[in-house]
């Protein structure tokens, strides 16, 4: 196809510097530049040559063209440029960085949730953890009135409450009651002086009640003096249980007295029990005139009480005080027991980290439980929810309901166990 002269740009021209195009340049219709390109089959063949459009101009490098001159306004266009293996850089897309954001707090979370388990593990590992097979069954024991022998009840009245004390163990095999809901951790804090040479008996004795279902805390002193039948044993008082064969035999002998499953247990010597007072700064208790005497002359290293009123006890006053036997008779001794036993829940659900830490560094290595290191995990997991259950107080007998007598020559209290079954469990499952 011919062209004519004047209408054809040589694109050789261009290419030696010919770049400018005059203004009055303009687009030929119908005619075309060409340059040539080689075929297939080697020839050359005519390719048609977009013609530039008036302002634009050839760029001196390459051969490429430069850009027309932006406008007021317009915004340059950026493109990314290429890395060095001329390809574009991919940097991290929202959703990578909140995976990785996501992975981190993870990550942090399972190292402080580890921590928190390993300081909860050192302190359960300060616990004695007890098998019933630890303790023996003796054949017999020291009698608690030392050698003080008094005149016993009539015959006949000792014969009826035994043969008492017979049926309910009967009726309790039958009918021990409990609930998944309840929690029944059994109190003990004994006498013993000397806990490697001697068992002693079983001082205090509080059953700590939780009922998960009604959100509440019972916690039921049982009287140390109080007659029963123990199991393979026979008819003693019931503080003799644990003399006779520890903390499982006093479980057992309450199991079958008192008709209720006790699911665990806790003990604590007494005289262990100072240090761990002293530890959270004392208790707050109110004594009387008539309290100050005993605990003057049970802590003779301790500031003398004046007078009644109340007062920041340390531990020797504390434990003195929680061990009073000839005001009340039992009776107030118990409630006395009871009273530092919910000062120091107060106390301890108040106290700062490092404050708990040396609380239980003390108490924990006096203690031994039936309990194994799982549960007492979800225990103290637990232990806040617990504390603040609100908690009620009884005793059994209660004041005015039981019958002074002496059998074998000791002081005991008889009790009308029908009654007081009924209303342990009423107090506690009701």
Same mark, same amino acid.
């Given at each position: 196809?011919?062209?004519?002269?004047?209408?054809?740009?040589?694109?050789?021209?261009?290419?030696?510097?010919? @770049?400018?195009?005059?203004?009055? =340049?303009?687009?030929?219709?119908? =005619?075309?530049?060409?340059?040539? $390109?080689?075929?297939?089959?080697?020839?050359?063949? /005519?390719?048609?040559?977009?013609?530039?459009?008036?302002?634009?101009?050839?760029?001196?490098?390459?051969?490429?063209?430069?850009?027309?001159?932006? !406008?007021?306004?317009?915004? $340059?266009?950026?493109?990314?440029?290429?890395?060095?293996?001329?390809?574009?850089?991919?940097?991290?897309? *929202?959703?990578?960085?909140?995976?990785?954001?996501?992975?981190?707090?993870?990550? &942090?979370?399972?190292?402080?949730?580890?921590?928190?388990?390993?300081?909860?593990?050192? &302190?359960?590992?300060?616990?004695?953890?007890?098998?019933?097979?630890?303790?023996?069954?003796?054949?017999?024991?020291?009698?608690?009135?030392?050698?003080?022998?008094?005149?016993?009840?009539?015959? =006949?009245?000792?014969?009826?409450?035994?043969?008492?004390?017979?049926?309910?163990?009967?009726?309790?095999? *039958?009918?021990?009651?409990? @609930?998944?809901?309840?929690?029944?951790?059994?109190?003990?804090?004994?006498?013993?002086?000397?806990?490697?040479?001697?068992?002693?008996?079983?001082?205090?004795?509080?059953?700590?009640?939780?009922?998960?279902?009604?959100?509440?805390?019972?916690? !039921?002193?049982?009287?140390?003096?109080?007659? #029963?039948?123990?199991?393979?044993?026979?008819?003693?008082?019931?503080?003799?249980?644990?003399?006779?064969?520890?903390?499982?035999?006093? #479980?057992?002998?309450?199991?079958?007295?008192?008709?209720? $499953?006790?699911?665990?247990? #806790?003990?604590?010597?007494?005289?262990? &029990?100072?240090?761990?007072?002293?530890?959270?700064?004392?208790?707050?208790?109110?004594?009387?005139?008539?309290?100050?005497?005993?605990?003057?002359?049970?802590?003779?290293?301790?500031?003398?009480?004046?007078?009644?009123?109340?007062?920041?006890?340390?531990?020797?006053?504390?434990?003195?005080?929680?061990?009073?036997?000839?005001?009340?008779?039992?009776?107030?001794?118990?409630?006395?027991?009871?009273?530092?036993?919910?000062?120091?829940?107060?106390?301890?659900?108040?106290?700062?980290?490092?404050?708990?830490?040396?609380?239980?560094?003390?108490?924990?290595?006096?203690?031994?439980?039936?309990?194994?290191?799982?549960?007492?995990?979800?225990?103290?997991?637990?232990?806040?929810?617990?504390?603040?259950?609100?908690? !009620?107080?009884?005793?059994?007998?209660?004041?005015?309901?039981?019958?002074?007598?002496?059998? /074998?020559?000791?002081?005991?209290?008889?009790?009308?166990?029908?009654?007081?079954?009924?209303?342990?469990? =009423?107090?506690?499952?009701?």
């Amino acid at each position: 196809m011919d062209y004519k002269d004047d209408d054809i740009i040589n694109i050789n021209q261009q290419e030696a510097g010919d @770049d400018d195009i005059t203004e009055h =340049e303009d687009y030929v219709s119908d =005619e075309i530049r060409h340059e040539r $390109r080689q075929t297939s089959n080697g020839e050359r063949a /005519d390719r048609p040559v977009r013609k530039r459009p008036q302002g634009e101009r050839r760029s001196e490098h390459n051969g490429q063209r430069r850009p027309r001159p932006r !406008t007021d306004g317009e915004r $340059r266009e950026r493109r990314p440029r290429p890395n060095a293996n001329g390809k574009k850089k991919k940097g991290w897309s *929202k959703k990578k960085k909140g995976l990785l954001i996501a992975i981190i707090i993870v990550a &942090f979370l399972l190292i402080a949730l580890g921590v928190v388990i390993a300081v909860i593990f050192h &302190f359960i590992n300060l616990i004695d953890f007890k098998k019933d097979s630890d303790y023996e069954i003796y054949d017999s024991i020291a009698p608690d009135d030392g050698n003080v022998v008094y005149p016993n009840s009539p015959k =006949e009245e000792i014969e009826t409450y035994e043969d008492k004390l017979r049926k309910n163990l009967e009726k309790n095999a *039958k009918e021990l009651k409990s @609930d998944d809901n309840v929690l029944n951790i059994l109190l003990i804090g004994t006498d013993s002086r000397n806990p490697a040479t001697d068992r002693g008996r079983s001082d205090s004795m509080i059953l700590v009640s939780v009922n998960k279902k009604s959100k509440k805390v019972v916690m !039921t002193s049982f009287l140390r003096d109080t007659w #029963v039948q123990i199991p393979d044993i026979g008819p003693q008082r019931l503080n003799a249980a644990y003399a006779y064969g520890g903390p499982p035999l006093l #479980v057992k002998t309450m199991q079958a007295n008192f008709g209720i $499953r006790i699911d665990k247990y #806790v003990t604590i010597n007494f005289n262990s &029990f100072k240090d761990t007072i002293d530890t959270i700064g004392g208790v707050d208790i109110r004594v009387t005139d008539e309290e100050v005497p005993y605990i003057n002359s049970g802590s003779p290293n301790s500031e003398k009480l004046k007078q009644g009123g109340k007062y920041t006890l340390n531990g020797e006053q504390a434990l003195t005080y929680s061990r009073i036997r000839y005001i009340g008779t039992d009776f107030g001794r118990t409630q006395r027991q009871r009273t530092v036993m919910d000062e120091i829940f107060r106390k301890t659900k108040d106290m700062s980290l490092s404050e708990l830490s040396d609380f239980l560094e003390k108490i924990l290595p006096n203690v031994s439980t039936n309990f194994d290191k799982g549960e007492i995990f979800w225990l103290l997991l637990k232990a806040s929810d617990y504390l603040s259950y609100p908690r !009620t107080e009884q005793s059994i007998p209660n004041l005015g309901s039981y019958k002074n007598m002496v059998i /074998d020559g000791m002081m005991v209290l008889g009790i009308d166990f029908d009654k007081y079954n009924k209303q342990l469990k =009423e107090s506690i499952y009701g």
